[in-house]
């Protein structure tokens, strides 16, 4: 079974530019999530969806950031415009569903720098 | 905002030896869980705790939960230099569907 697939794997870019990530969850795997991590810091949640519906995006800062997952599969993160401080891995997992925290698979992250 | 933190935040001991990391955290929760993540890759989930447990093992891992104290350990036995890696707690607070990661143990086995 496939996992958890992300793309590009490192990406960059200068300053305000705009970006995009694209992840692939698990085959039914109901609940996708964004994180952000910064070195040496565990990943921090942006963003989740339950099927098509982004149940917490509380930490997601809406002025430059937003995510769309367009039929409950393929979700896409977008930056724009990017700006310095946006340089880290962005994590994509995902789970069953179903709520109760369950096992979250992740895929090998983007990295992003920017210039 | 992250809920664990993670002691040590660096470990460094010899292939064979055991390794033992702690995590702290704040709120109630529903389970905590245990992911590694190798340098450069994504996370792996390794253990799952259930608030209810105390102690689990899978292979050469030992978790513990002391909900009173709310700290949980993770023991790696016998320890292989493929085991270097960063281990990071994540709990699951109650009443919220999300889990909240700590800083992570950076872990060195040397051969």
């Known amino acids: 079974e496939a996992g958890v697939v992300q793309s590009p794997r490192y990406k960059i870019i200068e300053k305000k530019q705009p970006v995009a990530f694209w992840c692939n969850p698990i085959?039914?795997?109901?609940?996708l999530y964004w994180y952000l991590q910064n070195l040496g810091q565990g990943p921090e949640l942006l963003i989740r969806?339950?099927?098509?519906?982004?149940?917490?995006d509380s930490q997601l800062p809406k002025d430059r950031f937003s995510a769309e997952r367009l039929k409950g599969v393929d979700s896409t993160l977008k930056i724009q415009p990017a700006e310095l401080g946006d340089s880290a891995v962005y994590l994509c997992?995902?789970?069953?569903?179903?709520?109760?925290?369950?096992?979250?698979?992740f895929g090998p992250g983007t990295r992003l720098t920017v210039l | 905002s992250q809920q664990g933190e993670e002691d040590p935040q660096a470990l460094s001991i010899q292939e064979g030896e055991n390794a033992t990391m702690n995590c702290s955290y704040k709120?109630?929760?529903?389970?905590l869980q245990w992911y590694r993540q190798n340098s450069g890759r994504g996370l792996v989930h390794l253990i799952l705790?259930?608030?209810?447990?105390r102690e689990k093992h899978s292979g050469r891992l030992r978790v513990t939960l002391d909900t009173s104290k709310k700290s949980s350990s993770l023991l790696i036995t016998a320890s292989r230099a493929a085991d270097t890696a960063s281990y990071f707690c994540?709990?699951?607070?109650?009443?919220?569907?999300?889990?909240?990661f700590g800083q992570g143990t950076r872990l060195t086995i040397n051969p």
């Open positions: 997992a995902s789970s069953l569903g179903g709520g109760k925290s369950d096992t979250q698979y």
């Open positions: 085959s039914g795997h109901n609940t």
């Open positions: 969806y339950e099927n098509e519906e982004a149940v917490d």
């Open positions: 709120t109630s929760i529903n389970n």
């Open positions: 705790i259930r608030s209810n447990e």
């Open positions: 994540a709990t699951a607070p109650s009443g919220a569907q999300k889990l909240v």
